[in-house]
């Protein structure tokens, strides 16, 4: 379902300012599964504009959809929107009129367009996808996430765990145990 590589000769050999529009369809759980969750019918959905440049094809656009993500606190899954921003410069390594080959100066191969002249903007919305995601997405605010000790869901329910002391307080805790048992000692005098 990726509509992602589109030719772009034509473009190249236009005049510098020419511009395509072009609408794209991707598959959230093939570009990035961690951010579909078990649904691999979500998609994400835009128009994406390439303007020819002196320097290659300068990619814009923005794509929405919705992303599953794991809740940072209770790790239930929670859906949220997920809006993806493009803008890449996609250099040629063909010259068109000699037929020569190039080597963009660019070093992420993912920004070149190939020698059949195709542009191929998976690599880019898959990390831009990625980027856009929240990084601590959670179900509610008011989620009581997990227990430390025994992974029970606090927004099921309380779990029959009593918290172990914070070992750092255990000076403090001793001096007050200490004072106690003082205390203890001078009332059966």
């Known amino acids: 379902m990726n509509d992602l590589r589109f030719n772009v000769a034509q473009l190249l050999r236009d005049v510098v300012g020419a511009a395509r529009r072009v609408e794209v369809a991707a598959n959230l759980y093939e570009l990035a599964p961690e951010l579909s969750g078990d649904d691999r019918s979500r998609v994400l959905r835009g128009a994406v504009r390439m303007l020819n440049t002196n320097a290659g094809i300068l990619?814009?656009?923005?794509?929405?959809?919705?992303?599953?993500?794991?809740?940072?606190?209770?790790?239930?899954?929670?859906?949220?929107?997920?809006?993806?921003?493009?803008?890449?410069?996609?250099?040629?390594?063909?010259?068109?009129?000699?037929?020569?080959?190039?080597?963009?100066?660019?070093?992420?191969?993912?920004?070149?367009?190939?020698?059949?002249?195709?542009?191929?903007?998976?690599?880019?919305?898959?990390?831009?996808?990625?980027?856009?995601?929240?990084?601590?997405?959670?179900?509610s605010e008011a989620c009581r996430g997990l227990c430390p000790t025994c992974g029970q869901n606090l927004n099921e329910g309380p779990c029959d765990c009593k918290p172990e002391p914070d070992p750092r307080w255990g000076p403090l805790t001793a001096l007050l145990d200490d004072r106690d048992n003082d205390r203890a000692d001078d009332q059966n005098v």
């Open 59 to 139: 990619v814009q656009g923005r794509l929405t959809g919705t992303a599953t993500l794991a809740c940072a606190r209770c790790l239930e899954p929670v859906t949220t929107p997920l809006e993806v921003e493009i803008e890449e410069l996609f250099r040629p390594t063909i010259d068109l009129l000699t037929g020569r080959a190039i080597v963009p100066e660019e070093e992420d191969r993912a920004l070149w367009i190939d020698e059949h002249h195709i542009l191929d903007l998976t690599e880019v919305v898959r990390q831009d996808a990625l980027l856009a995601a929240p990084l601590n997405a959670v179900c």
